[in-house]
């Protein structure tokens, strides 16, 4: 609470006193009326589009310039990303649905639909490791017999002279040690280098935030989580929700636009 | 909720000594903390300048090795911007903007501690690489491929990256603070066109902060990830990009480079018109400058690009683009100049920087639209014409402003005058040093003297102003030293202050020298521009409390406690930087990890550490 | 100026931050519309006649998608205009800033 002072001093000045109390930041005075930690939320969200700005940048500067594969067009399943993108838009909703509970102080509600969201959250990371780890360990399979056929990807042709004679299938291109050259990493060519990156800090964000949700769900079994600090799960749900819509973008740019079969073959 | 915090270390009441230096969140110590590291951090940014003019001095020498001179200008150039001059303009914010808006403190007292204690752990990671195997060569800029493990396989580098990171969180940090802290403490009344320039320019470089730092924390990222891991980022073979590197750096380098001016410029709007005893003239248009400076310097940056190939249309834009942002820039010299037109001038040695600021600075503006056209900077690029414009506006600018600042607001801090006398021969020598030192650089550069060289041959026509400007050099570091002397000797016996010693013009002048604990013990009603003259003009009791050392006991005001967490988690901070800088040895991985553990351990602490101890019980 | 005010927040508990709350129905329904959205984004994607037509068809869509949950979900909507500049600041420099970029390195030129 507030305890406001306010005398009348001769000439009708007025002095008032804004003192805090116990209960510190989050009931002072303030010249908005606007918490302290909700402005600075929006303001660190508006910087961290300057983050995901930059590592878009450099994914769309870099696309298509790769110099080996393998390329998008032969690691993307957008079948799979899209059920990955739905479930991490749903977390979205509950997460509000988190939001909307505490502020009714339905404690079970609010732990239900949080422990949703981390699990979703959770589920998309599990989507996006197992995508890692096929796009790594990709490897090249074709029918000799489509060499020059336009039916084979531009990697997979790079590698028609392995159909020499006697050779009607590709299965796999390994080193004299068995270890596949076909996968991609990081290092392997630009689209690896940019795509784990830009995907990585976003897996990285939504990891954060996925420990931020469980740290408030067990936080709530010790009273921590209360109707009047409803706002410690708003600066989470904003975040949350802004780690989605920044996957909103990666999967239209990244993933819908780079291997859209409509575009001309450059 | 007090049951929840029987934290691992419970908050320090009343500590004493180093423990309340250490577990300060008081934004004035905090300032002060800030400023005298900085302050050592010029010296030895000036140190490495030293050996620099004296390499320079005379041709065909060979005091320093070429790469030891690399690492010379590296670190020259990174100290100065990123561990003196910006934190010395945090110094200033921290301490006033508070006072200056009528608030007792920032927004997030913790999160400015942790800014203080990461830049300082920033600072000392990037000092001690010179110990460490070898400082960054690649220039404060550091441009790919230079800094590719191929080119430059020692830790300088890595060295380089880890500390701007680490620095750049704590300006994040402090940026994030002080925007909540002017849009949501400000007095009642004092709205955001009564605030003073000096909060206003804070406020415009704290966005600019948090805008432009994540951009080279991406850039930095890249470049790191391509000496460690093998990425392609920069990678010229697997068709990488070079020029990417220099854009993302310069999206980042350019608003840095408004970050450093506008704190000067927001000094120097606080000063002369205190001391020519007139009301700044035209403060709409001198915040709406600021404002479009700020929001210009987004469109410049391939100014400095101007010669890697962008083609005539980019090279047109950006040049076009600069050469527009001269004029807020001018608009606000104007207005400094129209302040003291019929004023009643006081030359004190704040006022004697000042006017100095205006000149050199302007010196410095007109070098930098000889720039702004791509055809004549395609002779200047790269060479000591441009040297001679950075100092103009780096040191003619900011430096000369801070050091306008510092006599200003040192007997608010101290509650004691600096020397005047020492005051003025530091003037003097600084500015008599600082024209011989870099105006001779003008002529160098125009006859073709390349920048980064480290040395050059005796018939090249150089000699002569080489050897001029290292003698300014001296000249300088003399009158720096006074200014040290003096500084010493008024904190020890300088002439008593009192609250106004200036019959000055916003709310810090209001109370003690130094203030109360508290800062203020009503928080004012504000309103119009400079309060404080206001509430002076119409006889407002105004009595400011002396030898104010922060009883707060007997007003009520409870004050947030200090805390353990912002320095432990800065501290976790310091010891992952230097596990990744080893990163590729097994220890290095072990190092990170243990020091991240301590971040997050701190970073929870904090959280549910109570914002203000309840057990302080009310009404003491 | 004269007169006793009251400086504190409003003293009722929670945000004070929002005049107005959209139901969980209505949450309920901006996800149904955005799953919506992205089945029609996925099925879009496989009309390969659409050619460069589909970069502003999915661009919108996105935008769309972006908007609701700006807009509902993270309640830009309803608050007060303040945390909208503070975050479109940093969402339109960034847009920027990337075209920018892009432009610089041809990336709309035809090669």
Same mark, same amino acid.
């Given at each position: 609470?507030?305890?406001?002072?306010?005398?009348?001093?001769?000439?009708?000045?007025?002095?008032?006193?804004?003192? *805090?109390?116990?209960?510190?930041?989050?009931?002072?005075?303030?010249?908005?009326?606007?918490?302290?930690?909700?402005?600075?939320?929006?303001?660190?969200?508006?910087?961290?589009?300057?983050?995901?700005?930059?590592?878009?940048?450099?994914?769309?500067?870099?696309?298509?310039?790769?110099?080996?594969?393998?390329?998008?067009?032969?690691?993307?399943?957008?079948?799979?990303?899209?059920?990955?993108?739905?479930?991490?838009?749903?977390?979205?909703?509950?997460?509000?649905?988190?939001?909307?509970?505490?502020?009714?102080?339905?404690?079970?509600?609010?732990?239900?639909?949080?422990?949703? %969201?981390?699990?979703?959250?959770?589920?998309? !990371?599990?989507?996006?490791?197992?995508?890692?780890?096929?796009?790594?360990?990709?490897?090249?399979?074709?029918?000799?017999?489509?060499?020059?056929?336009?039916?084979?990807?531009?990697?997979?042709?790079?590698?028609?002279?392995?159909?020499?004679?006697?050779? =009607?299938?590709?299965?796999?291109?390994?080193?004299?040690?068995?270890?596949?050259?076909?996968?991609? %990493?990081?290092?392997?060519?630009?689209?690896?280098? *940019?795509?784990?990156?830009?995907?990585?800090?976003?897996?990285?964000?939504?990891?954060?935030?996925?420990?931020?949700?469980?740290?408030?769900?067990?936080?709530?079994?010790?009273?921590?989580?209360?109707?009047?600090?409803?706002?410690?799960?708003?600066?989470?749900?904003?975040?949350?929700?802004?780690?989605?819509?920044?996957?909103?973008?990666?999967?239209?740019?990244?993933?819908?636009?780079?291997?859209?079969?409509?575009?001309?073959?450059? | 909720?007090?049951?929840?915090?029987?934290?691992?270390?419970?908050?320090?009441? $009343?500590?004493?000594?180093?423990?309340?230096?250490?577990?300060?969140?008081?934004?004035?110590?905090?300032?002060?903390?800030?400023?005298? =590291?900085?302050?050592?951090?010029?010296?030895?940014?000036?140190?490495?300048?030293?050996?620099?003019?004296?390499?320079?001095?005379?041709?065909?020498?060979?005091?320093?090795?070429?790469?030891?001179?690399?690492?010379?200008?590296?670190?020259?150039?990174?100290?100065?911007?990123?561990?003196?001059?910006?934190?010395?303009?945090?110094?200033?914010?921290?301490?006033?903007?508070?006072?200056?808006?009528?608030?007792?403190?920032?927004?997030?007292?913790?999160?400015?501690?942790?800014?203080?204690?990461?830049?300082?752990?920033?600072?000392?990671?990037?000092?001690?690489?010179?110990?460490?195997?070898?400082?960054?060569?690649?220039?404060?800029?550091? +441009?790919?491929?230079?800094?590719?493990?191929?080119?430059?396989?020692?830790?300088?580098?890595?060295?380089?990256?880890?500390?701007?990171?680490?620095?750049?969180?704590?300006?994040?940090?402090?940026?994030?603070?002080?925007?909540?802290?002017?849009?949501?403490?400000?007095?009642?009344?004092?709205? !955001?066109?009564?605030?003073?320039?000096?909060?206003?320019?804070?406020?415009?470089?704290?966005?600019?902060?948090?805008?432009?730092?994540?951009?080279?924390?991406?850039?930095?990222?890249?470049?790191?990830?391509?000496?460690?891991?093998?990425?392609?980022?920069?990678?010229?073979?697997?068709?990488?990009?070079?020029?990417?590197?220099?854009?993302?750096?310069?999206?980042?380098? $350019?608003?840095?480079?408004?970050?450093?001016?506008?704190?000067?410029?927001?000094?120097?709007?606080?000063?002369?018109?205190?001391?020519?005893?007139?009301?700044?003239?035209?403060?709409?248009?001198?915040?709406?400058?600021?404002?479009?400076?700020?929001?210009?310097?987004?469109?410049?940056?391939?100014?400095?690009?101007?010669?890697?190939?962008?083609?005539?249309?980019?090279?047109?834009?950006?040049?076009?683009?600069?050469?527009?942002?001269?004029?807020?820039?001018?608009?606000?010299?104007?207005? +400094?100049?129209?302040?003291?037109?019929?004023?009643?001038?006081?030359?004190?040695?704040?006022?004697?920087?000042?006017?100095?600021?205006?000149?050199?600075?302007?010196?410095?503006?007109?070098?930098?639209?000889?720039?702004?056209?791509?055809?004549?900077?395609?002779?200047?690029?790269?060479?000591?014409?441009?040297?001679?414009?950075?100092?103009?506006?780096?040191?003619?600018?900011?430096?000369?402003?801070?050091?306008?600042?510092?006599?200003?607001?040192?007997?608010?801090?101290?509650?004691? !005058?600096?020397?005047?006398?020492?005051?003025?021969?530091?003037?003097?020598?600084?500015?008599?040093?600082?024209?011989?030192?870099?105006?001779?650089?003008?002529?160098?550069?125009?006859?073709?003297?390349?920048?980064?060289?480290?040395?050059?041959?005796?018939?090249?026509?150089?000699?002569?102003?080489?050897?001029?400007?290292?003698?300014?050099? !001296?000249?300088?570091?003399?009158?720096?030293?006074?200014?040290?002397?003096?500084?010493?000797?008024?904190?020890?016996?300088?002439?008593?202050?009192?609250?106004?010693?200036?019959?000055?013009?916003?709310?810090?002048?209001?109370?003690?020298?130094?203030?109360?604990?508290?800062?203020?013990?009503?928080?004012?009603?504000?309103?119009?521009?400079?309060?404080?003259?206001?509430?002076?003009?119409?006889?407002?009791?105004?009595?400011?409390?002396?030898?104010?050392?922060?009883?707060?006991?007997?007003?009520?005001?409870?004050?947030?406690?200090?805390? +353990?967490?912002?320095?432990?988690?800065?501290?976790?901070?310091?010891?992952?930087?230097?596990?990744?800088?080893?990163?590729?040895?097994?220890?290095?991985?072990?190092?990170?990890?243990?020091?991240?553990?301590?971040?997050?351990?701190?970073? +929870?602490?904090?959280?549910?550490?109570?914002?203000?101890?309840?057990?302080?019980?009310?009404?003491? | 100026?004269?007169?006793?005010?009251?400086?504190? %927040?409003?003293?009722?508990?929670?945000?004070?931050?929002?005049?107005?709350?959209?139901?969980?129905?209505?949450?309920?329904?901006?996800?149904?519309?955005?799953?919506?959205? %992205?089945?029609?984004?996925?099925?879009?994607?496989?009309?390969?006649?659409?050619?460069?037509?589909?970069?502003?068809?999915?661009?919108?869509?996105?935008?769309?998608?972006?908007?609701?949950?700006?807009?509902?979900?993270?309640?830009?909507?309803?608050?007060?205009?303040?945390?909208? *500049?503070?975050?479109?600041?940093?969402?339109?420099?960034?847009?920027?800033?990337?075209?920018?970029?892009?432009?610089?390195?041809?990336?709309?030129?035809?090669?």
């Amino acid at each position: 609470m507030i305890q406001m002072k306010a005398k009348v001093i001769k000439g009708a000045r007025i002095l008032q006193e804004a003192v *805090t109390t116990q209960h510190g930041t989050d009931h002072e005075y303030t010249t908005t009326g606007l918490n302290h930690r909700k402005l600075l939320m929006w303001a660190f969200l508006g910087s961290d589009c300057m983050f995901f700005g930059s590592l878009i940048a450099t994914y769309m500067v870099y696309y298509g310039k790769s110099k080996v594969g393998p390329f998008p067009e032969d690691l993307f399943s957008i079948p799979i990303t899209s059920v990955s993108t739905f479930v991490l838009l749903m977390s979205s909703m509950s997460m509000v649905l988190a939001y909307a509970a505490i502020r009714k102080g339905s404690l079970k509600g609010f732990r239900v639909w949080i422990l949703s %969201t981390a699990l979703m959250g959770m589920t998309f !990371l599990a989507f996006q490791v197992f995508e890692f780890y096929e796009f790594a360990n990709h490897e090249v399979h074709f029918d000799c017999s489509q060499v020059g056929t336009g039916n084979l990807s531009a990697f997979e042709e790079s590698f028609q002279n392995e159909c020499i004679e006697g050779v =009607t299938t590709v299965d796999g291109i390994h080193d004299s040690d068995g270890n596949n050259l076909t996968g991609l %990493t990081p290092k392997t060519n630009l689209f690896g280098t *940019t795509f784990f990156t830009l995907t990585g800090f976003h897996g990285a964000h939504v990891t954060l935030g996925v420990i931020w949700l469980l740290s408030l769900f067990f936080y709530s079994f010790r009273g921590g989580v209360t109707r009047e600090r409803d706002l410690d799960v708003d600066l989470a749900a904003l975040y949350w929700h802004f780690v989605d819509i920044v996957w909103i973008v990666i999967f239209t740019v990244v993933y819908l636009f780079g291997v859209f079969p409509g575009f001309p073959e450059s | 909720m007090s049951s929840m915090t029987t934290s691992i270390l419970p908050r320090p009441i $009343h500590p004493t000594g180093l423990w309340a230096w250490l577990t300060t969140i008081d934004h004035k110590r905090i300032g002060i903390l800030y400023g005298v =590291t900085a302050f050592i951090m010029f010296l030895s940014g000036g140190i490495e300048a030293m050996y620099i003019r004296l390499q320079l001095a005379a041709p065909e020498q060979e005091l320093v090795s070429p790469e030891i001179y690399s690492q010379l200008f590296t670190m020259h150039g990174t100290t100065m911007i990123f561990l003196a001059i910006m934190p010395m303009g945090a110094a200033f914010f921290n301490y006033l903007i508070p006072l200056q808006i009528g608030a007792r403190d920032v927004a997030f007292p913790r999160l400015n501690a942790f800014s203080y204690w990461t830049f300082l752990g920033g600072a000392v990671m990037l000092k001690s690489s010179w110990f460490l195997g070898g400082a960054p060569n690649a220039g404060w800029f550091g +441009y790919a491929p230079i800094t590719s493990s191929a080119y430059n396989p020692g830790h300088g580098i890595d060295f380089w990256i880890l500390s701007l990171q680490i620095l750049g969180i704590a300006s994040l940090a402090a940026a994030f603070n002080f925007i909540v802290t002017i849009i949501n403490l400000r007095a009642p009344g004092m709205s !955001l066109m009564r605030m003073p320039i000096f909060t206003w320019m804070t406020f415009v470089t704290s966005i600019l902060l948090i805008l432009a730092f994540p951009v080279i924390t991406v850039a930095l990222i890249e470049v790191m990830f391509d000496r460690f891991f093998g990425t392609n980022f920069f990678n010229v073979g697997a068709g990488g990009q070079p020029l990417l590197w220099q854009h993302l750096f310069w999206v980042f380098g $350019h608003p840095e480079v408004y970050i450093l001016i506008l704190p000067a410029l927001g000094i120097i709007a606080e000063v002369i018109p205190t001391f020519s005893k007139k009301p700044l003239f035209g403060y709409p248009v001198v915040v709406l400058s600021g404002v479009v400076i700020g929001f210009m310097g987004w469109m410049v940056w391939s100014h400095h690009m101007f010669t890697v190939g962008l083609g005539p249309v980019a090279n047109s834009v950006f040049a076009v683009t600069t050469m527009a942002i001269a004029v807020p820039t001018g608009v606000k010299i104007f207005n +400094y100049m129209a302040t003291m037109w019929k004023g009643s001038i006081s030359l004190t040695t704040s006022m004697l920087y000042a006017i100095g600021f205006i000149f050199l600075f302007v010196i410095g503006g007109l070098s930098g639209v000889m720039h702004s056209s791509a055809a004549s900077d395609a002779q200047q690029q790269d060479t000591y014409f441009i040297v001679a414009h950075l100092h103009y506006v780096l040191f003619g600018g900011s430096i000369m402003a801070l050091g306008s600042g510092i006599y200003y607001w040192f007997p608010k801090m101290t509650g004691r !005058l600096m020397d005047e006398k020492l005051g003025k021969l530091n003037f003097l020598l600084v500015f008599i040093g600082m024209n011989v030192t870099f105006f001779p650089m003008h002529f160098l550069g125009l006859d073709g003297m390349p920048r980064r060289i480290y040395t050059y041959d005796s018939d090249m026509g150089w000699n002569l102003w080489n050897a001029v400007s290292s003698v300014g050099y !001296l000249i300088l570091a003399l009158g720096v030293l006074i200014l040290i002397v003096n500084i010493i000797w008024s904190v020890l016996s300088g002439e008593k202050a009192d609250g106004d010693p200036w019959d000055a013009r916003t709310l810090e002048w209001s109370m003690s020298s130094p203030p109360p604990e508290y800062n203020f013990e009503q928080i004012p009603i504000v309103h119009g521009i400079d309060p404080y003259w206001e509430q002076k003009r119409e006889g407002l009791s105004t009595v400011p409390i002396s030898g104010g050392s922060g009883d707060d006991d007997s007003h009520g005001i409870h004050l947030p406690q200090p805390s +353990y967490w912002p320095p432990l988690a800065s501290l976790g901070l310091f010891v992952s930087g230097y596990g990744l800088v080893y990163l590729s040895s097994s220890i290095g991985l072990v190092v990170s990890i243990i020091g991240a553990a301590i971040t997050m351990v701190a970073v +929870y602490a904090w959280s549910f550490e109570p914002v203000n101890d309840p057990d302080e019980g009310e009404g003491h | 100026m004269a007169q006793n005010e009251d400086m504190s %927040t409003d003293t009722h508990l929670g945000s004070e931050n929002h005049s107005d709350h959209p139901t969980p129905l209505t949450y309920f329904k901006v996800a149904m519309i955005l799953s919506i959205i %992205t089945a029609i984004e996925v099925g879009i994607f496989y009309v390969e006649d659409l050619s460069y037509g589909i970069i502003p068809i999915l661009t919108i869509l996105s935008v769309m998608k972006f908007a609701l949950v700006i807009m509902f979900y993270m309640h830009l909507r309803y608050d007060n205009r303040l945390f909208s *500049t503070l975050f479109l600041t940093g969402l339109v420099l960034a847009f920027l800033v990337v075209i920018a970029l892009l432009a610089l390195f041809q990336f709309f030129t035809p090669s």
